[in-house]
């Protein structure tokens, strides 16, 4: 899983690459744990992905955007930047 641009402002794309079809999770957090958008709550087949992350409405800093799927779990960094 990749962000770019990273930092961004005021949006990021998310890529990553499934393997097989699966129910996949993409979640954003902030620093504290919270969660703050779910982008993807749904099953997707295999192959390249890609999602926009608008952050309209969240102040500066850090964030973790967080894949989800039955055979993996990854988490990224990614700053915002006003």
């Not at 850090?62 to 990614?78: C, E, G, K, M, W």
Request: cysteine-free; aromatic content about 10%; proline content about 6%.
């Amino acid at each position: 899983m990749s962000a770019y641009p990273n930092p961004f402002n005021p949006s990021t794309t998310i890529a990553f690459d499934l393997n097989a079809r699966a129910q996949v999770s993409l979640d954003v957090y902030d620093v504290t744990g919270r969660l703050v958008r779910t982008l993807i709550n749904e099953q997707l087949n295999a192959g390249s992905y890609t999602h926009n992350f608008d952050a309209q409405g969240l102040p500066s800093g850090a964030y973790f955007a967080r894949l989800v799927t039955p055979q993996v779990s990854q988490t990224a960094r990614i700053t915002l930047i006003r």
